[in-house]
Structures are given as C-alpha cells and as structure tokens.
C-alpha cells in the first residue's frame, strides 16, 4: 500500500500470481496505457453505431485531468516530526521484503515471524493450518454436548406428562390433529430413526413447519430421552423465526422460553439447553457452528423452506454432508416445497423422502383476461407517428421495446387464437392482451381490482403481492387519494423486510368487527408466516431479486417474473380459513414461460461473506468447496469477491486470511463494514462509525410516509448537517436518539423508534466483539477513550471510505457541478454514467465541495444508482485507495490511484505522504497481528495524529484544483 518512485502500475497476469513491475520514465507517456489513461479497445457492451461514437468521442479528449494540491505547512510539519520520530519503529516488523510466499502450511510460521508470540498468533495459525474433517473430529473427542441425565429425563417426562391433561393442551392438541401433517407423525418419526437424513416435502397448509418439531420433541419426553434432545430448526427470514416460535409455543400451552424459543440477530428468547425446540435464522446457525463445527450441541437440524435456496441455507446443506459421517447420532431434516425436494434427496444418496399433502379450503384462481373482464380496465397504448418511427427505430430504447414487444407476441399470438376461437372472452379483452404493457404492472388497475372485491365479496382480509418497497409506498398513496378506504372500515398494512419486527408482527392482528384489512406485501409474506384470514390474494406475479453481473461487476435489483413455486406459495396463502381467491395479473399463457423455480441465490450474488465464511471454517480454497455445492456459481464470481477481499487486505496472494481478514470472519458483518468497525476503534472514533456500520448492515431507520417526502428529506437533510453525506445523517440520528430516546424525536425526523433502539443494541454487541478482540477496553460503545476523534468529521469520512474502497464516484459536469434534470449525474469507471439514488441527501446538492463520492451500494434497476453516498475530499481518497504508484516529472510529482484522475503535487508534498503512509500503513499492520488499543501519547498517537490532520484538510486549504 506504499507509494512507488519510479515503477509502472502493475499488472495482474492471474490469480495467485506475483505482481510483476517494469521500469518506466520519469514522466508518463500518453501511449501508455494505465489508470486513469485512455483505455485501448471499446467496451465490450457498446454495438453498431455506439463503437464508432466512442471512437469518435475518444479522439477529441486531452489529457487526463489531474488535481495539483499541496500539503498546508502546519500539518506539514505535524507529518514531518510523526516520520521523524517513528522511523524504524514499525518498519523492521512489518517489512513485506521479508515475508515468505506459503506453499504449504510448514512455510507458516516462517510467513508470520514479524507477528510476536502471542495467543492472538498462536489461535490465527492454527486457523490458517486447520481444516475442517481434523476440528470435527476434534470435537467428538472432547466431553462437551448433549450427556443423557436420568433425572433429567424423568423430570422432563413427568412435566409433559402433567402438561398433557390441561385443558389448554388437550384444545390445542386437537387443533394440530386436524392438521395433514399429524397423519404422518409415525412415518415421520420412524424415517427419522432409520435414517440420517430425510426431506420432508409438504403443500402449503400441511403444518410441516409447526409440527414436526414437536412430533420429534413430543415423542424423545416420552421415551425419557429429553436430556439428550435439543433440536434446531432454521427459518429464512427474522419474522418467521419469531412467529414460529410464538405459534409453536402456544400450540404446547407455553410461554416462549420454557421448551420452546428463538434466536436471531438482536433478539432471542432462549429455550432450556435440553427437551427443547430452538428456531433460528439460519445465518444463526453457521455462527454456531465456528464454535461447535460438530454440531454437538443439537440432536437435530431441522432447515425449513429449503426449497428457497438461499445461499445460507445451501452453504449448510453442504457442511452437513462433512458432518453427517462422523455424527452418527445427528438427524437431519430438510422441508421443502414438493417442486424441487427430488434435488436435495438425490444430494444426500437418494435419502427417503416423505410427502405431506396440503389443507386449504378450495381456492378460485383468476388470471389477466378474467380480471379485465371484471374491471373492464384499459391499458395504454403505444402509438407512434410514422416520422416518429423513423426517427426512433434508430435509438437504443426503441429497438428494446420493438425486441420486447416481438418477444411478446411470439409469446402470446397463439393463446390469443385459441381464446378467439373458443369465444370466452369478449375481443375487447382479447384486444387488450394483444397490448405489451398489459404485462407492466398497473398499479391503478390493482387498486380497481381491490375497489371490486371490496363492492362483490364477502368479508376477508386482502393480501397483494408487489415487487418493492416503493411500489407498496405508491399503492397505499394512491388507495388513500381515492378516498374510496375510509379507517373505520379498511385498515391497510405495509409488508416488508425494512420494517422493524414489531411492525411486521401487526399484519397478525384481527381487524375489529366490520372492518376489512388489507396487506401490501413484498415476497417476505410468500413462506413461513401465516396469516390466517387472509381470503383474497392478488399476485402480480412479479418479484424483485437481487442479481449479481460478473460480466460488468454490478448488483441489479430489478423486478422479474416469479417461478412457479413462488406463485403456488402465493396461491397458497388464500383459502386458510374457508374458500380463498386468487388473482394473478398475468395471462395463463405467461404462466407456462415461468421456471419451476427461483435460481438459488449463491448463483446470483456477491460472495464476499461467503468466502470468508468458507476460511473462518477451515473448508479450504475457495474454488475447491464451492465446487461441491448443489449448485456451483460462476468461476468469474468468486474471482471478483476474491479480488475484493485482497483489495481489502482481508486475503493474501495465497488466498490465506490475513490478520485483519482473520478479525473480518469473525464480525457479523459484510467484510466492508467490519474494517470500518476496527478502524474506528484503532483511531477512536467508535460511536459514529458504529452507527454507520449498523445502519448499512441492518437497515437505515429512516422512512418517508406518503404525501411528505420532501418534509422528510429535508429533516434528513439537517441531520446530515449539510456534509453532503448520507453516512453523517445515520450517525448523528442515531446520536440524537441515544441522547433523547423519545417517540417525539423519531416522529419529528421520520425515523423508526423501533429500529434506533434495534441499531443501538448492535452498536453494543460490535463493541463487545471489538473488546473480546483486544482493540477495545469497554464494551461501551460511549466511552470516552473510544471516542476522543468522534466530532471529527472529515475523519469519520475517511474511514467509511476506506471500507468502501473502490466504491468511488466522480461527480460529472466541469466543476463539481453534477446536477441534472433527473438527479445527480456522477461518472464510475466500470459503468460511466450513473446516478445518485433520490433517497440520498447527495440527491438534491447542486453543488459539491469536491469531486468524489464513496457509496455502500450500486444497483441498476431503472437506471444505475448509488445508494448511501458521502462526498470526500482529496487526501481522504489518497489514503483510501490502495497501491498508488508515484511518478516524477519535471517540476511536480504525479500520483496515479487505481483509474481515478492524477493527483499532482510538489516535492515536498510528494515525500511526506508516501512516508507517512508507509509508517501508517506498517503501525495499522502492527496493531491488528498485535491487538490492542492505541495508545495517544507515543509515536503511534503521533502518526495517527498527523493523519488526521492531513485528511482533515479541505481541498481549499490545500490549494486543490483541477488543471
């Protein structure tokens, strides 16, 4: 991460190997092609005219521009006296010459000899020389786990005994005898026995998920085996895990914490430690197993909603075939939706599988052309001018909505002969199916069909099923302009996984007498939960699903047809409690185009935390395991994560963990936010940076209620204290409230009361991970010591920049300037044009004090955003950014930063940055191979000072411009 004089930037010639350099004039060349420069070749998505474009736009542009600045003399000569007195104080120890490339685990210890003796060292190799058939092995040596106890057995037996002859009990027993899934209580618990593993395949309305952890737990407090019985089961989401446990809990006439409980991020109501049924996210589970890789404290795995293929969720599917062999006595149990349950017996050798057929009342399904003809509704047509046809069939966006509409009439064209034919529908609804953008969703036609099932239909409540957030927030807007959903007679609830549990937990309720409750919903409410008196579902059939692009490294969030599991899943939850209905607003002949099911979710995201999961677990190269899950991602994927982590100093060259990347497995966190957390504690800014980190882990409180959105961003405005930082507004909202703690405040700023108190309890458990680490001596997150530098902003930046390295941003349009009639305009070297997010305070700035931003997130959907934006100056993106190389010219000193533009400056300046770096850099090295915290009255007080201050410049005070 030091400066270079004199070299070229280097180039990768594949992973794992070396860095190779070649030597290099004094001054650059405009024919060489390096960061920053004009790159040889048009990008590979461009077409047709688009590439004579480029060319033509690459001949008229100059030289790169490049920004001269100089260091202010005061907090030159604060970096002089750090250099000075700090030289040779680090260097010996952290000398990269002297390190060994690893071959084989023997080179170890040779590798790692500039780290000190010490338990931190001593745990940190064994990591590295571990693997994981040794730990579980390991494991089932110690006496730890599950140890059978007669009087705990008896004492347990006795009490369900008691339990059973409640009058409570016996009503709730003969509720859950009702269910399909009692039918088989003796075949499942005889498969159970026989075999190590089964899949459990079950409809919708089958009580699988509620019953057949009490059907193993019921019968073990029989058999006296309670001691030796602790089951875990995983749900998907948060709100599955607790309504689960709290319908579980009632159905065995209990209170949560007794023989049933729950444990997610934040919250958890333990259950005994045996005779128990524990429910878990299933992110819960792998941290259980860091400590317990056998998994010796559980006598059964229950995953639930498997079928869903999460990347957790396959992750474990997978350990578990490493731990099945050596754990003869575990029991594993995978339920699963009856489309793809033959995949998972046939990665387990063809285990038994055992289908539990669905109870719901009948449910009537309506697809579009039912639906317009119930509503008569009338979608808009595209209509062109014949001089608009000729000009538009030129332009990109027209050719893909002439390719889309061909699309669709290949797609429906039959259909619509057969429904002319047969005569079921009038032309005018078969008209309306020949238009494309009767497959855009309509909001207002969704709203009509509301309006008709609340003029025509009996009593029920309505659960609709939309693609995100946004569109939910537009829908209630619109039903509430109507003035057709008076409060004393509709009660409408938002559904989706950026509301804090306690919220969520509201759509359980039972509406007064007369009143008719409708849901608008995300796909949370597809699996898990029920609830119960829903009627009416209306599907539009659309979902939006995270996707990653290797081909341009980009997320998408965009809305996609759902599967065909997912549109079961939503039919299934009408008809629970008598006739249900569901509408679809989609054709039947759409329906047949649907996949069986979703992609699994390891092939279409980032694999960061995976990764480093797969290192915190010993299972090898990164390659190797992944290979062996169901379903292996792209090989281009991991590279890219893989690539991420080295950038971020969390792997080496060897794909071995570092010490930081050792400390990042260990946090709870996306390996971004946790350097953040650890660099906050080393330079003593904990409170802000923690809640910064919480908020862009777990969700950002703020909200913006329909009809106030600018009263609402104005309000996060102020909080970001015009600092042109999303970043500065979580923290200093979160400052506020641990200071105030006051529905009032949270009311005044559109901020969620529940969620500020969820965040500020994380603030307490990453303190309490940082001090179990060694680089806190509180786990306060407030303490004084933690926070001598926390009212330095300019600081608090540098550090979200550094996590966010390379997330970095140009502003575009001349000087800073990147306003436009859609938002704000900013420049990435990956994509070029992108725009700022409109829930960003960046958002609505017409003017910025610098050219960069950092952001957390990119996504395209309606166009490429940034998400969580903060504008930062030039010394923080120095310090930011990894191996700049340093080039001397004639009268100045050019500093090239990953394709960023030139920095330039002076001799002088020139020399104290690259040494003060590298002694930074080689103190930062120090601290996390020696854990602990700094202390400010030696030479690394000093250091971190004089960085401080260099970052805590602006770019006036450093006479910054752009040349």
Same mark, same amino acid.
């Given at each position: ?99 060994? @490339? ?20 001593? $745990? ?52 859950? +005898? ?9 075949? =499942? ?26 059907? =193993? ?51 958890? +109501? ?116 014949? +001089? ?428 800073? $300037? ?12 990956? @994509? ?58 004639? @009268? ?22 690259? @040494? ?48």
């Amino acid at each position: 991460m030091s400066f270079h004089r004199g070299t070229s930037a280097p180039t990768r010639s594949g992973r794992g190997n070396k860095q190779s350099q070649s030597n290099a004039s004094m001054s650059t060349s405009r024919n060489n092609e390096g960061p920053g420069e004009r790159p040889r070749g048009h990008p590979s998505w461009l077409k047709g005219k688009q590439i004579g474009l480029y060319y033509r736009d690459q001949h008229k542009k100059k030289e790169p521009k490049s920004i001269f600045f100089r260091v202010n003399k005061t907090v030159g000569e604060a970096m002089r006296l750090a250099i000075e007195n700090s030289k040779g104080l680090y260097n010996k120890l952290c000398n990269n010459e002297d390190k060994q @490339d690893v071959t084989n685990n023997s080179d170890l210890e040779s590798k790692y000899t500039h780290i000190d003796d010490s338990r931190f060292k001593q $745990k940190f190799l064994e990591l590295l020389s571990g693997n994981i058939q040794d730990n579980i092995v390991k494991a089932m040596s110690i006496k730890s786990g599950l140890e059978r106890d007669p009087v705990t057995d008896k004492i347990l037996f006795e009490e369900f005994n008691k339990k059973k002859n409640s009058n409570e009990y016996v009503a709730m027993q003969a509720f859950r +005898k009702k269910l399909p899934s009692y039918d088989k209580k003796a075949e =499942i618990l005889d498969l159970i026995k026989n075999n190590p593993v089964i899949v459990i395949s079950g409809e919708t309305g089958c009580g699988k998920t509620t019953q057949v952890g009490q059907f =193993i737990l019921d019968n073990e407090l029989e058999n006296k085996n309670g001691s030796i019985t602790r089951i875990i089961c995983t749900e998907p989401r948060r709100i599955s895990a607790i309504s689960v446990a709290e319908r579980v809990a009632a159905e065995r006439a209990e209170k949560l914490g007794r023989s049933v409980g729950f444990q997610i991020r934040l919250e958890k +109501k333990s259950p005994r430690e045996c005779g128990s049924i524990l429910f878990c996210t299933t992110g819960m589970l792998l941290q259980f197993m860091q400590s317990d890789p056998a998994l010796k404290r559980f006598s059964h795995i229950i995953l639930d909603e498997v079928h869903e293929r999460s990347t957790e969720s396959d992750f474990i599917i997978t350990l578990l075939r490493k731990i099945i062999p050596v754990r003869p006595d575990l029991k594993v149990i995978l339920m699963s939706a009856t489309l793809n349950s033959q995949r998972f017996s046939d990665y387990y050798s063809n285990c038994p599988i055992i289908h539990i057929p669905g109870f719901t009342y009948p449910v009537e399904e309506y697809y579009l052309e039912d639906i317009l003809l119930l509503t008569d509704f009338r979608f808009e047509e595209n209509q062109f001018s014949l +001089k608009e046809l000729s000009y538009k069939r030129h332009q990109k966006k027209f050719k893909e909505q002439n390719d889309k509409y061909c699309k669709y009439r290949e797609m429906i064209n039959s259909y619509l002969e057969t429904l002319t034919v047969e005569k079921q529908y009038p032309m005018s609804v078969i008209n309306q199916l020949h238009n494309p953008n009767c497959e855009n969703l309509s909001l207002e036609l969704i709203e009509e069909l509301i309006r008709h099932i609340c003029k025509t239909k009996e009593p029920g409540a309505i659960l609709v099923f939309l693609p995100g957030m946004m569109d939910i927030i537009n829908l209630n807007k619109l039903m509430l302009n109507s003035q057709y959903y008076p409060t004393n007679q509709y009660i409408i609830y938002p559904l989706h996984s950026r509301m804090p549990t306690i919220d969520q937990k509201l759509v359980f309720k039972e509406p007064p007498l007369g009143v008719r409750k409708i849901i608008i919903a995300t796909s949370i409410a597809e699996t898990s939960i029920t609830i119960e008196d829903v009627v009416y579902v209306i599907d539009c059939g659309k979902t939006k699903l995270s996707r990653f692009d290797v081909n341009r490294n980009i997320e998408t969030l965009e809305p996609e047809w759902v599967s065909k599991a997912n549109a079961k899943q939503r039919r299934g939850r009408a008809g629970r409690v008598k006739k249900g209905y569901c509408y679809h607003l989609y054709s039947k002949a759409r329906e047949l185009t649907f996949d069986d099911y979703q992609l699994p979710e390891m092939l279409r995201t980032r694999l960061e935390t995976v990764i480093l999961q797969i290192k915190i677990l010993q299972l090898g190269k990164a390659k190797e395991f992944l290979a062996s899950v169901m379903d292996p991602p792209n090989l281009k994927a991991i590279d890219l994560s893989l690539e991420l982590l080295e950038t971020l100093n969390a792997l080496d060259n060897d794909e071995h963990l570092t010490p930081l990347g050792y400390h990042l497995a260990q946090l709870p966190l996306d390996p971004r936010t946790g350097k953040m957390i650890i660099w906050a504690a080393l330079f003593s800014c904990v409170d802000p940076v923690f809640s910064i980190a919480a908020s862009l882990t777990f969700k950002d409180a703020f909200y913006c209620p329909l009809g106030k959105e600018e009263k609402a961003m104005n309000k996060k405005l102020e909080l970001s204290m015009w600092q042109y930082s999303d970043h500065i507004a979580l923290a200093e909202a979160l400052r506020r409230f641990e200071i105030n703690n006051s529905f009032g405040f949270c009311y005044q700023y559109f901020l969620s009361y529940n969620t500020l108190s969820l965040l500020s309890e994380m603030k307490r458990q990453f303190a309490q991970h940082l001090c179990e680490m060694k680089f806190l001596n509180s786990v306060d997150p407030l303490a004084q010591d933690a926070n001598r530098n926390s009212n330095n902003i300019a600081l608090i930046k540098a550090i979200v920049c550094v996590g966010l390295y390379p997330n970095i941003a140009t502003i575009d349009n001349g000087v800073f $300037k990147g306003i436009h009639k859609h938002g704000v305009n900013a420049l990435t070297l990956e @994509d070029g044009l992108v725009k700022v997010h409109p829930s960003s305070v960046n958002s609505k700035m017409k003017v910025f004090p610098s050219p960069f931003l950092t952001y957390f997130t990119k996504q395209r959907s309606t166009a490429i955003y940034l998400h969580d934006t903060s504008c930062i100056t030039a010394p923080i993106l120095l310090f930011a950014g990894s191996d700049p190389f340093l080039f001397a010219g004639r @009268d100045k000193y050019t500093i090239k930063l990953n394709g960023y533009p030139n920095f330039s400056c002076d001799a002088r300046t020139a020399t104290l940055i690259q @040494d003060l770096r590298t002694i930074l850099n080689n103190l930062l090295e120090y601290k996390i191979s020696h854990p602990g915290t700094v202390n400010w009255d030696n030479q690394e007080g000093q250091i971190l000072n004089a960085l401080i201050q260099f970052v805590s410049q602006s770019d006036e005070e450093m006479g910054f411009h752009w040349n």
